[in-house]
């Protein structure tokens, strides 16, 4: 199974310029290269803040309405993602307790198995 790992965004990942520091990152590498290792990883990529995004919305709007970021709600909001693969959803969640991920330590992992 496929299972889509949201990380949610937080003020620091929301502000102009945030990059996470060398030791942060080089846990993460260390993690997405072990993930790697065991043929988990399907795509792993970090977004830039939502300042940089637009949403469009189609509800109640006779043309779909395009909304320039930033938008307010930070923990609505996703910083980062994997796809990966995992024999079902416990395995993924356990995985992922593991993760040396800056942005959730104090912040929300979101994990949904893709359909189909």
């Known amino acids: 199974m496929r299972f889509l790992v949201m990380v949610k965004a937080s003020p620091e990942s929301e502000a102009a310029g945030y990059q996470p520091g060398a030791e942060e990152l080089a846990e993460m590498s260390k993690f997405n290269e072990r993930l790697l290792d065991e043929g988990r990883i399907v795509l792993a990529e970090g977004l830039t803040a939502s300042s940089d995004g637009v949403r469009v919305l189609f509800e109640g709007h006779a043309e779909p309405k395009v909304i320039d970021g930033p938008f307010a709600e930070t923990k609505e909001l ?6 990966l693969n995992g024999e ?7 995985l992922m307790r593991q993760a040396p991920n800056p942005e959730a330590k104090g912040g929300v992992i979101e994990i949904r198995a893709i359909a189909g």
């Open 88 to 94: 079902s959803l416990e395995d993924v969640v356990a």
């Open 78 to 83: 996703v910083a980062g993602f994997w796809v």
